[in-house]
């Protein structure tokens, strides 16, 4: 992986004030764009400066992640999202006007990857606000508070501080009295924080809610429509979602449970007793150490396509891995784009459970993604919706179960594994249809009290659940257990992605029953493409419909229902 040479911006440039930044914004505001070339030369000398901006703040977030207690990291990150993110905004807003008042723009604008990225400008000048920059630079920094807090929950088991990460595997071992101990003690903890949290998410929301009425809108929902980009589909798209996955998903998931509790020969489930196999085997444990895990991803990237494990082999030389649970760490796990250097850091809390495998080839496809998409011509090309990163991810998933006999030598232990991916692909569907919904209720209804919240949360604990867990005596877990969704705090409305993402990953895999490299080929050229194309042309050159409709879900659950039969006969 070649990183890009400079240009532009000086190599040795070290980002430790405004000042330093400031002189290569200051050429290009003042840039005469008199012609079509320059104006794409201008373009990419903006783009270059993006890629360093971002990367170094990718790095300071990184490690602030990876050690949440160093004050060093955290100051770091802080300063960047302070003093220099709000100093940005007004000239990335100049900018913006530079670009759309040129005549030559509209030019650009015939080829359909400027065209988006015209689109994109538009609306960012639409929504920029002098007074939002003090807003949104409180906000980045209040975000951080989550992942402090979170990264430093812990429990006291056998006599040593455990992570919630590896708490959270006890709970699939057979004993249920450990279970049920452990699950307390999850509990417990986490009902500590459950008022900061609280207190946290209010702030949160009131800020979002005042930033978007600063724009002209009536909610922070309609605003974050418009800067997330979504373009392609409405918030209308996003309650068909939530209904087609409440007819037709959650029906699945019931049958599913109900078949673990006809094998466990109880009525209903505890809350410690969902994660548990329900043939009372042990769980499973498909890699020791981190390493093992990361070679084991790289031998079967190798099967699905060579060109994908020398990717991962190029992250590992470059030590862009950070993969095992330890305390401080941040928790949950993500592939962090570096636009510069090409090869992206991917981190994780992994204790050595088939979720952690699930995770790291997750978070492998966003890799794959990344390098795909290193040689298109602007940042801005290859910093795509989710809908399309979570694609790349999820679809990796469901392809690399054929050749999960790199950590499975055992055919029973391979089949548990396959069905426990699937049973998971189908449902954490209506987890995703509820935090969406919940979401959308929160900014719909901004002044909302904590206790209001907790009551709606329960509601959709209804709506999206299949009434087979009983939660006496552990009621403020559940109503409280929104707390958990990191996306709530740090990212708000990112996460219906996910579902959008899984049907079109079930849809890849669904064709690659049929003709597997073909799916595989189209799944790559769809890559390429990063943000060149609009979301529904992505989707089809995978080979897969943009579809939220009830009978589209339906099919795919017909599906993945009929996989599952198989892998029981």
Known sequence: MKKYRRSFVDDQLVIDSFESVEKYL?????????????????????????????????????????????????????????????????????????????????????????????????????????????????????????????????????????????????????????????????????????????????????????????????????????????????????????????????????????????????????????????????????????????????????????????????????????????????????????????APFIFMNAVGSQGDLSTMIHEGGHAIHSFLTHELELTAFKSFPSEIAELASMSMELLSMEYWDEFYHESDNLNRAKKEQLQGTITVLPWIAQIDAFQHWIYEHHEHTASERTAYWMELNKRFGTGLVDWAGYEDTLASSWQRQMHLFEVPFYYIEYGIAQLGAIGIWKNSKTDFKKAVDNYRAALRLGYTKSMPKVYAKAGIDFNFSGDHICRLADFVELELEKLDT
Request: proline share 3%; hydrophobic share 35%.
């Open 26 to 342: 200051t050429l290009l505001l003042d840039r005469n764009l008199d012609s079509i070339e320059a104006l794409r030369q201008w373009l990419k000398d903006k783009s270059e400066l993006e890629a360093v901006l971002e990367e170094d703040m990718a790095w300071r977030y990184i490690r602030m992640s990876i050690d949440t207690a160093n004050e060093t990291f955290q100051k770091a990150y802080t300063f960047f999202v302070t003093e220099i993110q709000p100093k940005l905004a007004p000239i990335d807003d100049a900018l913006n006007k530079k670009f759309i008042t040129c005549p030559f723009h509209a030019e650009l604008a015939e080829e359909e990857a400027f065209a988006i990225h015209i689109r994109s400008v538009k609306s960012q000048l639409e929504l920029y606000r002098e007074e939002n920059i003090s807003i949104q630079a409180f906000l980045a920094e209040k975000t951080q508070e989550f992942g402090a807090i979170s990264g430093a929950q812990s429990i006291e088991h056998d006599g040593e501080s455990i992570t919630m990460q590896k708490a959270g595997l006890l709970l699939k071992e057979q004993d249920e009295s450990l279970r049920k101990t452990v699950f307390e003690k999850m509990a417990e903890r986490r009902s500590a924080d459950m008022n900061d949290l609280d207190d946290l998410f209010d702030v949160l929301v009131k800020k979002r809610t005042e930033l978007a009425k600063n724009a002209g809108f009536k909610n922070y929902r309609d605003f974050k429509f418009k800067e997330m980009g979504r373009f392609d589909y409405t918030k209308e798209s996003c309650f068909e979602f939530h209904d087609s996955v409440e007819k037709h998903i959650v029906p699945l998931v019931k049958k599913i449970q109900k078949e673990r509790l006809s094998k466990m020969n109880k009525d209903l489930f505890r809350p410690w007793d969902t994660a548990v196999n329900a043939e009372g085997k042990a769980p499973l444990k498909p890699f020791k150490t981190g390493q093992e895990m990361l070679d084991g991803t790289i031998s079967v990237f190798e099967k699905i396509n060579p060109e994908f494990s020398r990717f991962l082999k190029t992250m590992e030389k470059m030590k862009h891995f950070d993969l095992e649970s330890k305390p401080g760490k941040a928790p949950g796990g993500y592939n962090y784009p570096l636009y510069e250097t090409g």
